[in-house]
């Protein structure tokens, strides 16, 4: 190609036009870059994203959640940094987390008052209730966000004494581990001691009998019946050939046993523990979320249920169909016998009805108001179920033992807007990037590319511009 005046012309405008040109795609690179946010997580947990039952939580809320953090500021201190980043995951599902920090240097004597003792510490505040929390994960806030939710104190009581299953134990017979997640998710647990309290407290939201290995006194089981029969929820875990111990009160709700221990030849067949049973679910408000879960209950009995007058009675689990209840001994090659009941067997019953309307609900002429007195109506729960190893500390990891534990407890209580949330998740390890190093690749592909780009174009003219 020839070169003369008018092609160096004419390449002098074509490197002004790029040099230009890549100046103006900088600076609108730039702009963008700080008028929107875009981030994706490509994490394999998705741990830079809040969990889905973390975003159903969030869903429930009616107003903001206010969330203090006293935390240092400057550059010396990543905290508020590491605060900022979880707590925007929260804030892109809800737009009522409001977050807020105060450098407690500044106000030593309030920070005090408060009982603020590490840096960071946050105070979570949610309709006119607050807790501290001090964890840093999405596990904790979750659960304390869980725990706000809940309008009013839901008292579990777990009756001791009879060798029940332990709410406070650590050994793999008890149920130490499942009672610690009820406690995160805002459940107030303790043990009840029938022959010291002589009643059930009148604030009890369930009462659960959890595995008796002994008789009761009759005067307890009275209490208990008088407990059920005035109107209280009850979870009551049955395990095989011990139902006798509460006779008087499989009576009143009509249950009864099957002898013997339900057997599943499928888990068998895979060389598993044939007394395992994995459990099949009917349609329920409890079981209705666990399409794709599976519950694994060990040592299994089978129950049956007669219609109670005024009450409606529903299985919401059994054994799958290739199981039976054996009644001989468990061992060696076990089959099925002719007069053993073949499955599916069906071994969980809910039970509920609705409870008239307290007497002062009666108006002026004897007749009940009825906007006032479907106010005053709530339905009682009951569940019978043939099985407690699937709560104890040695099942409980178990597939969906715990998720079906705590739709269980959930239901019972008549938090029915929590059984379609599972139990969060343990939090994945995290790569912190602090302020400096964003401001040093912020640095590389605002300024250093750009000018690498220009530099090269640059270069390019001046050799053309030699030929």
Do not use: C
Request: aromatic share 8%; proline share 4%.
């Amino acid at each position: 190609m020839e070169i003369n005046k008018k092609t160096r012309n004419q390449l002098r405008l074509q490197g002004i036009s790029f040099i230009v040109l890549v100046i103006v795609i900088a600076g609108l690179i730039f702009q963008v870059s700080r008028t929107y946010n875009a981030e994706f997580d490509w994490t394999s947990s998705g741990r830079h994203t809040i969990s889905e039952a973390s975003s159903k939580i969030l869903e429930k809320l009616k107003s903001e959640v206010k969330i203090t953090s006293y935390a240092t500021s400057g550059e010396l201190s990543n905290v508020r940094h590491e605060i900022d980043g979880i707590i925007k995951r929260y804030q892109k599902v809800s737009d009522k987390i409001i977050l807020e920090f105060v450098d407690p240097r500044l106000h030593p004597q309030k920070t005090t008052e408060l009982g603020i003792t590490v840096d960071g510490e946050m105070i979570v505040k949610y309709q006119g209730r607050s807790e501290h929390l001090k964890d840093l994960s999405e596990k904790s806030i979750t659960n304390l966000i869980y725990r706000l939710l809940r309008n009013t104190d839901r008292q579990i009581l777990f009756v001791t004494g009879h060798g029940e299953r332990n709410p406070l134990g650590q050994a793999n017979h008890d149920v130490g581990i499942f009672v610690d997640n009820l406690s995160n998710k805002g459940f107030k647990v303790a043990p009840l001691d029938l022959a010291k309290t002589l009643s059930v407290p009148t604030n009890t939201s369930v009462l659960v009998i959890a595995s008796p290995q002994v008789d009761y006194l009759p005067g307890e089981e009275k209490i208990i019946k008088d407990y059920v029969d005035g109107g209280g929820n009850l979870l009551w875990l049955v395990e095989p050939n011990k139902i006798h111990f509460l006779k008087g009160l499989a009576e009143y709700l009509q249950v009864k046993p099957s002898p013997g221990l339900v057997i599943d030849l499928d888990i068998g067949l895979l060389g598993n523990d044939p007394t395992l049973v994995l459990g099949q679910y009917f349609p329920h408000a409890i079981t209705e979320k666990f399409t794709s879960t599976q519950t694994i209950f060990p040592q299994v009995a089978g129950i049956e249920a007669d219609q109670k007058e005024g009450w409606s009675v529903a299985p919401f689990v059994q054994s799958m169909p290739r199981s039976w209840i054996e009644t001989g001994k468990i061992e060696g090659s076990i089959k099925r016998d002719d007069n053993e009941k073949e499955g599916p067997i069906t071994f969980a019953f809910a039970m509920t009805r609705v409870l008239a309307a307290e007497p002062d609900m009666q108006g002026k002429n004897g007749e009940k108001d009825n906007k006032e007195a479907t106010a005053k109506e709530h339905e009682q729960r009951v569940i019978v179920l043939g099985d407690g190893d699937f709560l104890s500390n040695s099942f409980l990891g178990m597939q969906g033992n715990l998720a079906m534990g705590e739709s269980i407890l959930n239901w019972l209580s008549h938090d029915d807007e929590f059984i379609d949330i599972p139990p969060t998740g343990t939090d994945g390890s995290n790569i912190v990037v602090t302020p400096a190093n964003f401001i040093t690749l912020g640095v590389i592909f605002i300024l250093v590319l750009p000018l690498l780009f220009i530099g090269s174009g640059f270069f390019i003219w001046l050799r053309r511009r030699k030929k």
